[in-house]
């Protein structure tokens, strides 16, 4: 099963797989035009739209996209992978890659990261959410769960190498502790297109 499938199985099987509410610490303002890569079921859209941005979002996932068209108002969700995007160049003030950078092998990485900077205006902002390599699932390398999705997690000096096209604005790990009592641990940082 390629990633695609895999993930077009993922969500034909769950019809709302992310919950709760989206907490984003980012610099977006009313009526700016947003994208957001690897939108999934809507759940950070919902979070940006709620702050008055204008939201597209783009998925590899049809069936990710048809929930997000049929249940989250006020965005444009299309199917599209994230390392050719259908967009002009400089065409959003913003862009979010929440729990996206973990799926993409080296090459889509590449070509994604060039492709965010090519539809970002310059002085446009790029938010990012990661797993960090002490994760409580990372066994410190890349992976293909059971479900046959791909997982790579990431340490802080990766995230700066690979946004050292851009200018660092912050960067933190967060950690989170389930009700299990392990630790989810996150790498959340914020770009600015030079």
């Not at 939108?39 to 996209?65: H, P, R």
């Not at 889509?108 to 492709?115: N, R, S, Y």
């Not at 769960?145 to 700066?160: A, Q, V, W």
């Amino acid at each position: 099963m390629d990633q695609r499938e895999a993930w077009d199985s993922f969500y034909k099987g769950q019809k709302r797989p992310w919950r709760g509410v989206a907490s984003l610490d980012v610099p977006f303002t009313e009526g700016q035009r947003i994208l957001d890569i690897g939108c999934g079921n809507g759940k950070t859209s919902q979070a940006l739209i709620e702050m008055g941005c204008d939201v597209v979002g783009i998925d590899f996932s049809q069936n990710a996209v048809d929930q997000c068209n049929n249940s989250i108002k006020g965005m444009t969700a299309v199917c599209s992978s994230s390392d050719d995007l259908p967009f002009g160049s400089d065409e959003f003030d913003g862009v979010v890659l929440v729990h996206v950078l973990e799926h993409l092998d080296d090459r889509e990485l590449e070509d994604t990261l060039k492709e965010v900077k090519r539809v970002l205006k310059t002085d446009g902002h790029v938010f990012l959410r990661v797993f960090e390599k002490n994760d409580m699932r990372s066994n410190g390398s890349t992976e293909v769960k059971g479900n046959g999705i791909r997982y790579r997690y990431y340490d802080t000096g990766e995230i700066e190498v690979l946004f050292s096209d851009f200018e660092s604005l912050w960067r933190s790990v967060a950690e989170q502790t389930t009700k299990f009592g392990s630790i989810r641990m996150r790498i959340e940082a914020l770009y600015k297109k030079k």
